[in-house]
């Protein structure tokens, strides 16, 4: 069976620095690839994606993600964090029949901004 | 184009009742998947239909059922309701198969 593991619970940055969160991957095959983020008592909402081709994809907000097949990885990166992108970011994979919406989800990372 | 609406958005109910959640995916979608969060055990799916046909099932006991209609409004059930139920109860919706997932705003379910 699939896994996805977010190694960092938490993450505080500096607002303007850059930003990275971290997804390692679990599955034999390449699955589809996505991130979330969710604000509290909100639903999620997508960032971005990678189902094959390219392996850096760019997203909404600025944020882009780079999918390395050697490592299992699909790390999220933002160059410069603003104060309304704190919230908490989930990466998830997609297999099977329906990849796009049968989805398992990492533990999510909450982030934080320092002004 | 209006996103995925789920209804109602707080629900509490008591231990042993059972609760009908709805949800009405984007327009043209036919896909919907149904999750449930809490703080201990993350996201997790519960089931996916297609065109009225449930495909998919997650790890989830069988008091945990649901149905699409014609219109491709999904329904989820939960009988005899259990205090570990309490959860963000997400629904998202696809296109088609093998395209991504937009979600809804979910509906918050607290069992006393």
């Known amino acids: 069976a699939q896994s996805v593991t977010q190694p960092d619970i938490h993450i505080t940055v500096s607002e303007g620095a850059s930003l990275e969160l971290r997804c390692n991957y679990s599955?034999?095959?390449?699955?589809?690839l996505f991130w979330y983020v969710q604000s509290p008592g909100q639903g999620l909402q997508l960032l971005l994606k990678?189902?094959?081709?390219?392996?850096l994809v760019q997203g909404i907000k600025g944020f882009e993600a780079e999918f390395k097949r050697s490592q299992s990885s699909f790390n999220l990166r933002k160059p410069s964090v603003h104060w309304s992108d704190a919230a908490e970011y989930f990466c998830?994979?997609?297999?099977?029949?329906?990849?796009?919406?049968?989805?398992?989800f990492g533990g999510g990372t909450r982030l934080m901004v320092k002004p | 184009k209006a996103g995925v609406t789920q209804t109602p958005r707080y629900l509490i109910k008591t231990r042993g009742q059972q609760v009908t959640l709805s949800c009405s995916p984007i327009?043209?979608?036919?896909?919907v998947s149904w999750y449930q969060q809490t703080p201990g055990q993350g996201l997790q799916f519960l089931f996916e239909?297609?065109?009225?046909?449930?495909?998919n099932k997650g790890n989830f006991p069988g008091r945990f059922s649901g149905r699409q209609f014609s219109n491709s409004r999904s329904e989820m059930n939960v009988s005899t309701l259990e205090l570990g139920d309490s959860a963000l109860y997400l629904c998202?919706?696809?296109?088609?198969?093998?395209?991504?997932?937009?979600f809804g705003q979910g509906t918050r379910l607290t069992v006393v």
């Open positions: 998830a994979v997609g297999v099977g029949n329906n990849a796009g919406n049968m989805l398992t």
């Open positions: 990678y189902f094959s081709g390219d392996t």
């Open positions: 998202a919706s696809s296109f088609s198969m093998n395209t991504e997932a937009f």
């Open positions: 599955y034999g095959a390449t699955p589809y």
């Open positions: 239909y297609f065109s009225e046909t449930q495909r």
């Open positions: 327009s043209g979608h036919r896909s």
